[in-house]
C-alpha cells in the first residue's frame, strides 16, 4: 500500500476529511526525499494552490505523526525548528554547526546500542530517541579558531563580533542588546556552571551555554561594558 493510501485511510479512521488540500500535501510529503519543516512545505503547496493556509499544514502533519505515518525530529540542540519525514525504520540525526548553521544528517550503530540498553534499563518498549548533536563543520574547523561567549571567563571582557545560529533564538539574542561592537564582561557562572550572567550595556544579563555559544567575541582589555 502506498504512503498517500495508507495516509488517507488513517485521517478517514480517525475522522477526517480528504480535501484535495490534503491530497495535495499527501503527496507533496511522498514525493520528498529527506526531511521538510512546515514552512517548507507550506511555500512548496502554495506553488501548486496560494489558498493553502500555514494551519492546514500543521494540522495535516500532527494528523499524520499521530497516527505514526510520519516521523518528527528536531534539528538543534535547542529543539527550535522540526521537521518531518515519512516514516521508516532508519533514524537519522543531526548535527548542527554552531558557526555556519548548517544542518548534516548523519546515522550511527551505536544509537540502536543506545536504544536497546535504555528500553532495557527502563524496562519500556518502543522507545524513540531525539539527539542533537553540535559543533564546527568541517569547512569552519579549516577556518581560524573563534571564541565564543560561552568560553570567557570570570572578569573577561570582550567585544561581540557577531551572532551565528538561525531563527527565534537569534532574534531573541539580538533583542537583548547582543549585536556587532557591544562589549560584554562575564560577571559569575551559577554553582553548577550554567547560566551564566554577564554584563551588557550596564544590566546584568543571564544566557544558558548553549546560547552563549551562538555569540562570537573577540577578547578585549579589561574594562565595564558599554
Do not use: W
Amino acid at each position: 500500500m502506498s504512503f498517500q493510501q495508507q495516509a488517507i485511510n488513517l485521517i478517514r479512521a480517525s475522522g477526517g476529511r480528504i480535501t484535495p488540500q490534503r491530497t495535495l500535501l499527501l503527496d507533496l510529503l511522498a514525493s520528498h526525499d529527506g526531511d521538510m519543516d512546515a514552512d517548507q512545505l507550506h511555500q512548496l503547496a502554495t506553488t501548486h494552490d496560494p489558498n493553502i493556509s500555514l494551519p492546514t499544514i500543521y494540522r495535516t502533519l500532527h494528523t499524520l505523526e499521530e497516527a505514526q505515518i510520519i516521523t518528527s525530529h528536531y534539528v538543534s540542540s535547542d529543539h527550535e525548528r522540526k521537521v518531518y519525514r515519512i516514516h521508516n525504520h532508519e533514524d537519522t540525526f543531526h548535527f548542527t554547526c554552531r558557526h555556519c548553521g548548517q544542518v548534516i544528517t548523519f546515522h550511527s550503530d551505536m544509537i540502536e546500542q543506545l536504544k536497546q540498553d535504555l528500553s532495557t534499563q527502563l524496562d519500556v518498549d518502543e522507545l524513540t530517541l531525539c539527539l542533537c548533536a553540535g559543533g564546527l563543520c568541517a569547512d569552519c574547523r579549516k577556518e581560524k579558531p573563534t571564541m565564543t561567549l560561552d568560553q570567557l571567563q570570570g572578569g573577561q571582557c570582550a567585544t561581540i563580533r557577531r551572532i551565528t545560529g538561525t531563527g527565534l533564538v537569534r532574534r531573541r539574542l539580538m533583542d537583548m542588546g547582543l549585536v556587532r561592537g557591544i562589549n560584554v564582561e562575564m560577571v559569575r557562572a551559577a554553582p553548577m556552571g550554567d547560566p551564566v550572567e554577564y554584563l551588557v550595556r550596564g544590566y546584568h544579563l543571564s544566557l544558558r551555554k548553549s546560547e552563549a555559544a551562538l555569540v562570537e567575541i573577540e577578547l578585549s582589555e579589561q574594562g565595564s561594558s558599554q
